[in-house]
């Protein structure tokens, strides 16, 4: 016997929603070279969908996916109501939700007898039931009796060579001293099934159970799950994980003594559990962990031979990740899954009655078909990176995680990563791209503010400062500026910037130390910068090698079209300062960063209402360098880096070239901007980057829209962000950004039409 003991500090007296290759769960899988997962639905009425590789020959079918058009169609079938799942090869088995009698079915393949449970089995009530490789074992006893235990009946279901299949009872599976005992739960294998015995201990019988080598243990398990060759179970007398079996299965020394876990699944060489902190997915054995989903977390998981799928916890849609890397993936429906059994115990010590008003379904008042059941579904004590504990787990509501980006006193410093005397965001600091980037906009804007600093010289010269979007302009007195040397008038310019002391400055940024550093790159330096008056801004630092470089004529031509730009979506020049040799420029201050760092980087997630409108606000800021300026400007470098986000959330389009394009190349940058924004488009709907070499083929282009183009939309869309009900929005969404990148730049259409359509996207507010 091999055993894994990993302590886990919890105490469950009632079975948590984990299913594996023989347990019963909401969602479950059956095994083989098909892959099929089936989950009981959140209609309140316990339907059963399911899902998988060539769904689409399924059979019986109630189809109802025109919500879906991902590969994997889901398909309703028209078995009745269900309790609780168990898949076997090829087959899967569940109870009954209004008799608790057993009932299987064939997954894929015409089904000889519809029903799969020989007839004396067929008026039995059964309280739990576990489907193996060939053969389904059940617990006697009605499933809503309270604490229900009993004896254990097995059966075989055989396959025909023409693909039909068949119930029968079992000689192979009968063991005296088995059909003695009283069982609270039962797990199933490949020839083999195991019990938890009501006063304690675990049983194992059939032709492989010798191979487990289960002998002397007095333990009950609150979980139970069971892979092909091996089993494993969490104690309730310990909290320990242990495991018996074939060690390849479950053994990986790395997670053993770091998974902490309160529900777990199994598959042919793996276990995957759903941690007791955060509710996120931990896979181990023979599992490529990179592809577990990170950043949510899951109330329950199934396992397949080389798929794990979970219901996520904050939507409760399906999410579905390959184990094994020679096994071709496929996308999970959208659909609402059961995120746990229904039961009429009260919820125990650690668990959470699920509320059902979280879904904002108003004709949903239930996920059970009766009013009396819940599902007790274990409460999370922690959460996923980028997120706080706002609010502790109650009776009916599991605990409230909430983006760090609203963390507001010192309750989530710690946890947030924010230095508690300058409250600032380390993980923004180190993250935070850069406000205006490396591009010619940097280097050239350097330079021309040290010109216009020094045709400012004369003390008490008035100016102009834009001390909002789009606001007025506010007359203030500018300081002596020390000589400085004069340069061409600027008088006709709308927006001058403000002139800043370069002691003030010094002061703002505590002497450009690094602690407040937010970036930087071949121009120098930039810097967070809390002025006097109490505003914040960014100011960027050139350092020697961009002093050096100048052309007059290139300066006087930039800062022109400088002071014409001033636009609610865009970054714009706050000020400068010329002092010194110094060349430095105020810009204002972004404080959520760029939407690069949102999508890719690590920072709070963003919901689809604020992808939508972040959508139509950099459309907006485009269209007024192509469209309101003239002649336009076209950005020739845009991307996620590049949109960054205001204290409102608002988009602000940054990096933008300055030199004007001539007649000749004008439309065709302005069209690879286009180009770019349908690119963006792709970024914000799928969450993947532009090019990832991660992923196969890398360039999201080349991805995502043969997708779109066959009507598979929502396969692209980024599953760590809850998905809202109607993805209509989004889908429309992704057909503007097909037209985007189509590649004859003819056939893209021009910017203005893009903002508008996105403008009506998000005043219809279909997506809420």
């Not at 003695?180 to 099934?193: K, M, Q, Y």
């Not at 400085?484 to 403000?498: D, K, R, Y």
């Not at 004008?666 to 799928?686: A, H, K, P, Q, W």
Request: charge should be negative; proline fraction near 5%.
């Amino acid at each position: 016997m091999l055993q894994v003991s990993i302590f886990l500090h919890f105490l469950f007296l009632f079975f948590i929603s984990a299913t594996a290759f023989g347990t019963m769960g909401p969602i479950s899988a059956s095994f083989g070279k098909d892959e099929l997962f089936c989950a009981i639905d959140a209609s309140g009425n316990q339907n059963i969908l399911c899902f998988g590789n060539n769904v689409t020959s399924q059979a019986p079918s109630q189809s109802n996916s025109s919500s879906s058009s991902s590969s994997s169609l889901p398909y309703f079938t028209s078995v009745p109501a269900m309790s609780g799942l168990s898949g076997g090869e090829g087959f899967f088995c569940g109870i009954l939700a209004n008799t608790s009698q057993a009932f299987c079915w064939g997954a894929g393949k015409p089904a000889g007898d519809p029903v799969l449970v020989p007839p004396a089995y067929r008026n039995t009530a059964y309280s739990r039931i576990a489907a193996g490789k060939s053969h389904v074992c059940a617990v006697r006893g009605s499933y809503f009796a309270d604490r229900a235990s009993g004896s254990v009946d097995c059966w075989e279901v055989a396959q025909t060579r023409n693909n039909t299949f068949y119930a029968k009872q079992s000689l192979a599976f009968y063991d005296q001293s088995v059909s003695n005992l009283e069982l609270n739960d039962v797990v199933s294998g490949e020839d083999f099934a195991c019990g938890s015995v009501r006063d304690g201990g675990l049983v194992c019988w059939g032709p492989n159970s010798k191979s487990l080598q289960v002998s002397n243990v007095s333990d009950s398990f609150s979980v139970l799950a069971s892979g092909r060759n091996a089993i494993c179970g969490v104690s309730n007398s310990s909290g320990e994980l242990k495991c018996w079996g074939e060690a390849s299965s479950y053994w990986d020394p790395e997670s053993a003594g770091r998974v902490q876990v309160v529900s777990l699944s199994a598959g042919s060489k793996h276990f995957c559990g759903i941690r007791k902190d955060s509710h996120v997915v931990e896979c181990w054995g023979a599992s490529d962990s990179s592809v577990v989903p990170k950043g949510y977390g899951f109330l329950a998981i199934a396992s397949s031979d080389y798929t794990t799928c979970g219901i996520r916890e904050d939507d409760l849609l399906l999410d579905c990740w390959v184990v094994n890397a020679s096994k071709p993936n496929f996308d999970s429906p959208l659909e609402l899954s059961s995120p746990g059994l229904c039961q009429k115990e009260s919820c125990g010590v650690g668990e959470f009655a699920f509320n059902v008003s979280v879904l904002n379904e108003p004709d949903l008042s239930s996920l059970c078909v009766r009013q009396d059941l819940r599902i007790c579904s274990p409460c999370g004590s922690n959460c996923s990176r980028g997120l706080f504990l706002s609010s502790p787990c109650g009776l009916s509501n599991d605990r409230v995680c909430t983006p760090c980006s609203l963390c507001q006193n010192s309750s989530c410093w710690g946890v947030c990563g924010i230095h508690p005397t300058s409250g600032l965001h380390l993980h923004h600091l180190l993250r935070w791209v850069l406000i205006i980037g490396s591009s010619a906009l940097g280097v050239l804007l350097i330079l021309v503010c040290g010109l216009v600093a020094r045709g400012r010289r004369r003390k008490g010269t008035k100016k102009q400062s834009n001390k909002s979007c789009m606001g007025k302009m506010e007359q203030e007195d500018d300081g002596d500026l020390n000589g400085l040397n004069s340069t061409p008038s600027i008088a006709s310019c709308p927006g001058v910037p403000q002139v800043f002391r370069l002691s003030e400055l010094k002061d703002a940024t505590n002497g450009f130390k690094e602690f407040n550093e937010l970036g930087r790159g071949s121009y120098g330096f930039v810097y967070k910068a809390a002025l006097a008056d109490g505003r914040v801004v960014a100011v960027k630092r050139a350092n020697a090698a961009t002093i050096i470089h100048t052309n007059n004529r290139d300066f006087e031509m930039e800062l022109e079209i400088l002071c014409k730009i001033r636009h609610c979506n865009i970054v714009n020049l706050v000020g400068y300062c010329a002092e010194m040799g110094e060349r430095l420029l105020v810009y204002e201050y972004m404080p959520h960063g760029t939407l690069y760092d949102h999508l890719h980087g690590g920072l709070s997630p963003l919901n689809w209402t604020l992808r939508l409108k972040i959508a139509m606000q950099a459309a907006k800021g485009l269209e007024y360098l192509h469209r309101e300026l003239s002649p336009p400007i076209p950005h020739r470098d845009l991307n996620t880096s590049n949109i960054l986000l205001d204290s409102d959330w608002g988009a602000r389009i940054s990096d933008f070239g300055l030199i004007t394009s001539t007649d000749k190349d004008l439309r065709g940058d302005l069209e690879t901007d286009v180009y770019n924004f349908g690119i963006v488009l792709l970024e914000i709907l799928s969450g993947r980057k532009a090019c990832d070499p991660d992923f196969n083929p890398p360039d999201i282009v080349e991805w995502a829209v043969p997708l779109i183009k066959q009507g598979k939309a929502a396969a692209i869309l980024d599953r760590c962000t809850p998905l809202p009900r109607n993805v209509e929005p989004l889908l429309r969404l992704a057909d503007i950004a097909e037209l985007s990148v189509r590649h004859n730049p003819a056939d893209r259409p021009p910017l203005p039409d893009i903002a508008s359509w996105l403008e009506q996207i998000v005043k219809d507010g279909l997506i809420l």
